[in-house]
């Protein structure tokens, strides 16, 4: 199936690993001068299949505010790590990788300080190499270039995983294959779109993927 075999991964955060749709949006709407109590079912429904930007868009933050909502929010989920729950599943993946031995990386949009504060409440601190935050909120491609040099990684063997079409973009970008997951910010149609090398529906899905994609063929 695969050309040529894996040995790192880099995986964004939230969305992938860190379930923090509910933060993220109840903060969004503060931003729009709205509750959370006051969002219906349905339109809950049609939030939860967009990108983080475009959720903060049509919840009613002007595009020119986007760049001060993007460093508030770092702040305010600074305040909420230790209530963000990890995603069902993705622990014992992140376990089993480690295990094989795949060297690891984090990049993300959030702040490096959350994410290594989320990796050591849930005891995942020595599972990564290195953690890259503040990567990206309008594009993730240099942020993934920067990275393969940085760690002297191949883009052929390295495979970016995460929720939205902007870490596809991303890795597109950097020459990078990539995993789509469907459990996270970006709706499965959505991430069809921009043809990720592989969509995943499950953590287990990922696991197998990532282990098979690690042979040799």
């Known amino acids: 199936m695969y050309t ?3 040995n790192a991964i880099i995986i964004d955060f939230d969305g992938t690993i860190a379930d923090s749709f509910e933060h993220v949006l109840e903060f969004l709407l503060s931003q729009a001068g709205r509750r959370l109590e006051d969002v219906t079912p349905e339109e809950r429904q049609q939030l939860k299949g967009l990108s983080m930007k475009d959720l903060a868009l049509k919840v009613g933050i002007p595009s020119w505010r986007l760049p001060l909502v993007y460093f508030r929010g ?12 990890m995603f069902d599943g993705v622990q014992e993946l992140l376990a089993r990788l480690n295990d094989e031995q795949y060297q690891m990386y984090i990049m993300s949009s959030n702040s490096r300080r959350n994410i290594n504060r989320f990796l050591a409440e849930h005891g995942l601190g020595g599972y990564f190499k290195r953690v890259y935050g503040n990567a990206g909120w309008f594009g993730k491609g240099p942020a993934l270039k920067k990275a393969l040099k940085q760690n002297g990684l191949q883009a052929a063997t390295t495979v970016y995983v995460g929720d939205e079409v ?13 995993i789509a997951v469907s459990w996270g ?3 499965e149609e959505q991430l069809l779109r921009y043809k990720p ?3 995943a529906r499950s953590p287990a899905e990922l696991q197998k993927a990532l282990i098979d994609w690690g042979q040799t063929y």
């Open 4 to 6: 040529v075999s894996v």
């Open 185 to 187: 910010f970006g709706s």
């Open 197 to 199: 090398t592989i969509l």
């Open 74 to 85: 770092k702040a305010v989920m600074a305040k909420r790590m230790h209530a963000t729950p």
């Open 166 to 178: 902007r870490d596809l973009i991303g890795a597109q970008y950097a020459g990078m294959p990539s």
